[in-house]
């Protein structure tokens, strides 16, 4: 993978730059002996380079005993406990998983609380084999909690208790919490979250390789990928190496009023990975009233709806565009005598060189409408590049976050609509929450 930073130079303040870059080897240095904010989140740093074999060969194994049994596999969690897997999933597998019969098909519950959600799930579930995976370090959480409590239920009506259990994996704390004793008590397999990894970097845990074997993707070529980024990180840690490049960059722009990024991709099979990208950034970086609002859109499709805010609108974005090189199949536009569309100029054309020219025209006019685009070119997408571009995000996130001078690895702003939501609903301890609520909503 590469990156490209020439439609971006034009528009960077030099100064600022520079600045960013000396303080690079110290941000590293502070990742790597674990002396920041929020140091102990840190085991995704050496994660992959440390994932133990007898670890992936015991995934491995689950897995294919589950998919032998399974026509639906469902990942209960949300945000990390199952954005990473699904952002995988979905680009590695066929477009139109859901209509080619191929088993299990990968489903989700636990990200939302939509009751008609549940019931189309369930009515689905009724008619066809499944197991699942709950993913929970408390067991807690309310949305997965809701879901794997109804869902729990569902499966052992349809199975019993003993053949239910063997259908349940719970991935979750290694020694406590709600899920951990269920687990324990009704002899679930259990696969531990780690302690010093959170949610949004645990793709690399079983977090996200129990549910990517799942679907029959090689969990290996995913791991090698991010080892061999670990290692170029580790082996270069200078303002030279273009994790580095991209951090420096976007707090760059930051810094000199771009506010928002949107990720960009040419391929509809990495929307979920800008979504994983989004709660990734999002999460990290927006405390203390800071941070790069991190957006995304599909290109061509988006050029048609929000291409014309982004060319024309207020100037306080830019867009980081990840090009694949390489289509995994080849089709060619082919030739029509009476030319009626117009489109002969490109017969005999691949549509993947006609995407590549569409994303290159609309970079040259994004820059001439004064949007900075940074460019990251992967060679394609497979499960061994994808492992390096996660390891590349995480890294560039926690530098940049680091450069903002914030806690990368916590999230105390989330908690504030679950105290609210707990205090609505009447539960127990929140009573001097629930009258003061109450009292806002009556005026």
């Not at 110290?26 to 674990?34: F, G, M």
């Not at 199952?82 to 098909?105: D, S």
């Not at 499944?130 to 809701?146: C, D, N, Q, R």
């Not at 988006?302 to 995994?328: K, P, W």
Request: charge should be negative.
């Amino acid at each position: 993978m590469n990156i490209d930073l020439t439609h971006v130079n034009p528009f960077l303040n030099k100064d600022v730059v520079n600045e960013l870059e000396s303080r690079i080897p110290a941000t590293y240095d502070t990742i790597y002996q674990k002396t920041g904010a929020g140091n102990d989140f840190l085991g995704w740093v050496s994660l992959p380079s440390e994932i133990d074999e007898n670890l992936l060969a015991d995934i491995e194994k689950t897995a294919a005993e589950l998919r032998k049994k399974s026509e639906i596999f469902v990942v209960i969690g949300i945000g990390g406990s199952y954005l990473g897997a699904r952002a995988v999933i979905e680009a590695l597998q066929n477009h139109f998983a859901p209509l080619t019969g191929e088993k299990p098909l990968i489903v989700y519950a636990g990200h939302n609380m939509s009751e008609d959600y549940l019931h189309d799930l369930m009515a689905v579930l009724d008619k066809k084999d499944y197991s699942l995976a709950v993913i929970s370090k408390s067991g807690t959480t309310t949305e997965p909690a809701i879901a794997f409590r109804i869902l729990k239920q569902h499966i052992i009506n349809k199975y019993g208790e003993q053949e239910a259990a063997s259908r349940i994996v719970a991935i979750t704390d290694k020694a406590r919490g709600a899920l951990k004793q269920l687990a324990n008590v009704k002899g679930y397999k259990t696969y531990i979250v780690p302690d010093d990894v959170g949610g949004r970097f645990s793709v690399l845990t079983p977090v996200g390789l129990l549910p990517i074997a799942m679907a029959g993707i090689d969990i290996r070529a995913l791991v090698k990928g991010a080892v061999e980024m670990e290692r170029q990180c580790k082996a270069n840690p200078t303002a030279s190496n273009p994790v580095s490049q991209y951090a420096v960059v976007r707090q760059a722009l930051y810094a000199q009023g771009l506010t928002n990024e949107i990720i960009v991709n040419y391929e509809p099979r990495l929307v979920y990975f800008s979504e994983w990208w989004k709660q990734l950034y999002g999460e990290s970086h927006g405390k203390q009233h800071k941070g790069v609002f991190p957006a995304s859109v599909t290109f061509s499709t988006d050029l048609h709806s929000m291409g014309q805010y982004i060319q024309d609108g207020l100037r306080n974005l830019f867009e980081t565009v990840i090009s694949v090189e390489n289509a995994n199949h080849e089709l060619r536009i082919p030739m029509e005598n009476d030319d009626l569309d117009q489109l002969n100029y490109i017969a005999g054309k691949r549509i993947s060189e006609v995407n590549h020219k569409a994303e290159l025209g609309t970079v040259l006019a994004h820059e001439d409408g004064g949007v900075p685009v940074i460019r990251i070119t992967i060679p394609e997408v497979s499960a061994l590049v994808l492992g390096q571009l996660i390891y590349f995000f995480e890294m560039a996130c926690a530098l940049s976050g680091y450069m903002l001078e914030v806690n990368p690895f916590d999230q105390p702003g989330v908690e504030a609509y679950k105290k609210n939501m707990f205090a609505l609903l009447g539960k127990k301890g929140f009573e001097e929450k629930t009258a003061e609520l109450n009292r806002r909503l009556e005026l």
